[in-house]
């Protein structure tokens, strides 16, 4: 499932070539991706210019003159990618929108329907629909607010993975940066002291920016609009269960930590059960 540096990596090439385009046309294929708004809020953005293009925890977003835009839902396989309009149209796709002098399209195509799109209206600071009820980016978190968030009687995996707490952060790079602190998945957050809950902090935010600098972990499905991502070379525990830990040789186990298949190095990350 594309993570925040997924996302970012999106966001980064869908800026260069959508910011101050607008839209020519708009056609969608299904309504089951539409995860809120309707076919015509679609049609509301022809010939309008789009604002802004960024992203909030592992979703993009593209921003209209008004306040108006379309928050996209990449779920397990969802894709987003400029091509020519005369390009053959893949299965799955569900989103094509027109660029106006451009003779190009954003298509947003996703295998499975995890994923989807929504239409929203931003009224003032608040955030719209789609975006609201995020936790904050990792970057933004503090000492002070990532302690608060350690106050509670929950498995730190879970804690990580809630996209209340922190906005983003999903299975793979949960695992490493479990990993680089030394962290067991299964530890209780409260049990964490204030060294080891530094090192998890300063961890999550290295690991994220070793990720975007190499355009994101291509598994199975995810690819950004130019191709694939290259962090899956430079993964250390996720998806390498009986492979020699890097750091001890000790083989690295699977386990199930917040309903999740979760690596880990049993001696690097020791359980305090």
Not at 13 to 35: N, P, T
């Amino acid at each position: 499932m594309p993570e925040l540096p997924e996302a970012e990596t999106i966001t980064r090439h869908l800026r260069r070539e959508l910011l101050g385009k607008s839209f020519s046309k708009v056609q969608h294929c299904r309504r089951d991706v539409i995860r809120h708004g309707s076919h015509r809020g679609l049609l509301g953005f022809l010939n309008a210019p789009i604002k802004r293009v960024d992203r909030r925890g592992k979703r993009p977003f593209l921003e209209i003159h008004g306040g108006r835009g379309i928050v996209f839902f990449l779920g397990m396989t969802g894709r987003l990618n400029i091509c020519d309009a005369n390009t053959p149209i893949e299965k799955h796709t569900h989103l094509r929108i027109g660029l106006n002098g451009s003779g190009h399209e954003l298509r947003f195509n996703d295998a499975r329907r995890f994923g989807g799109f929504g239409i929203f209206k931003r009224e003032g600071s608040v955030e719209p629909e789609g975006i609201k009820g995020l936790g904050p980016e990792p970057n933004d978190i503090t000492p002070a607010s990532f302690r608060r968030m350690r106050q509670r009687n929950r498995q730190i995996k879970a804690l990580l993975l809630d996209q209340k707490h922190i906005a983003g952060l999903g299975n793979i790079y949960a695992d490493e940066s479990l990993f680089r602190a030394g962290i067991h998945p299964l530890t209780p957050a409260i049990d964490i002291d204030t060294r080891q809950a530094g090192r998890l902090l300063r961890a999550i935010k290295r690991v994220l920016s070793e990720a975007i600098e190499y355009e994101g972990t291509t598994i199975i499905n995810y690819l950004h609009p130019e191709g694939p991502g290259n962090f899956q070379e430079r993964l250390r525990v996720y998806g390498h269960e009986g492979e020699g830990c890097r750091k001890c040789k000790t083989p690295i186990h699977r386990i199930l930590a917040a309903g999740r298949s979760s690596f880990v190095c049993q001696v690097c990350q020791p359980s305090h059960d």
